[in-house]
């Protein structure tokens, strides 16, 4: 397949007067290529009403569009970035590498040019943070209705705060969600409340069709499962420290259609239940101090 992009050309450079990025796309395997300097970028990433359409801006400068793209790959480098990917529509997968320094991620409806759009990933969305204490994951449904969805696979680590927020009312499957059809898989090291929301990891309205896997660094945490809704196992190593794990967010009670595998560790640590959530299974938890 052909593709007609910039003229014919595969590369082009975005420069702005204190940072330099470069996009690359390689028109043969349809995959956009995005790196990044030592310095501290901002890149804005937006869909456009087709998919595979792709418009990117580098420290709000001009910006360069694509289309027939399938994949995308972002490199950052060091420096603290700001990656926002705004209505982006793929077929394939979105793989992000965020680097040292202290770093934001942030995946929604909104378009910096345009009417809301929702997010759709074919395939994986895997998000590699550098492992620093002010690194943070936000998801959030914008738009009543716009939605979420990746359809495998979606993967975080090495954040300090992850933040998936839909926009429903219940644990039932709702068009303005946060819909993962794969697994989900959080790793991280350090936790903070880096969006002061009170939780270092926070579900709202978030459906995942695979398992669910949270494995937690050292420091508290305060995890919330809310209005959600899992299909499969969901498991969960708070990690030391004072922990917290909600299963629900006040009268917003979640769904598990498998069973739930919670283990305290170290620290002085307590999971909130509910009678109101629904468990095919009871529920497993160990090394909590306090069950409520």
Request: glycine letters at 14%.
């Amino acid at each position: 397949m052909k593709y007609n992009l910039l003229v014919g050309l595969a590369a082009c450079v975005l420069s702005a007067p204190a940072a330099q990025a470069t996009v690359t796309l390689t028109a043969g395997e349809g995959t956009l290529v995005i790196k990044g300097d030592s310095a501290s970028d901002t890149v804005d990433i937006d869909g456009v009403p087709a998919v595979g359409g792709v418009r990117v801006r580098i420290n709000l400068g001009a910006a360069a569009t694509f289309g027939g793209i399938r994949d995308v790959k972002v490199k950052m480098g060091a420096g603290d970035d700001v990656l926002n990917v705004h209505g982006l529509s793929l077929g394939g997968n979105l793989k992000v590498v965020m680097g040292d320094g202290d770093d934001a991620f942030s995946l929604d409806n909104s378009l910096t040019f345009g009417p809301p759009l929702s997010v759709f990933i074919g395939g994986d969305l895997q998000i590699g943070m550098g492992g620093q204490s002010a690194d943070f994951v936000g998801f959030l449904s914008t738009d009543s209705n716009s939605s979420i969805h990746i359809g495998a696979s979606l993967r975080i680590k090495g954040a300090a705060d992850v933040d998936l927020d839909g926009g429903g009312v219940s644990a039932d499957l709702e068009l303005v969600d946060v819909t993962i059809g794969g697994d989900l898989i959080i790793d991280s090291i350090f936790s903070a409340d880096l969006d002061l929301d009170g939780f270092t990891v926070d579900f709202d309205d978030v459906n995942v069709g695979g398992e669910t896997s949270l494995t937690l660094g050292d420091g508290p945490d305060e995890v919330m499962m809310g209005d959600s809704h899992f299909a499969r196992a969901v498991r969960v190593k708070m990690g030391e420290g004072d922990d917290a794990l909600y299963l629900h967010r006040g009268l917003d009670f979640s769904q598990f259609d498998d069973v739930v595998i919670a283990n305290g560790q170290k620290g002085d640590d307590m999971v909130e239940d509910d009678p109101s959530n629904h468990h095919a299974n009871p529920p497993v938890f160990n090394g909590f101090e306090t069950v409520q």
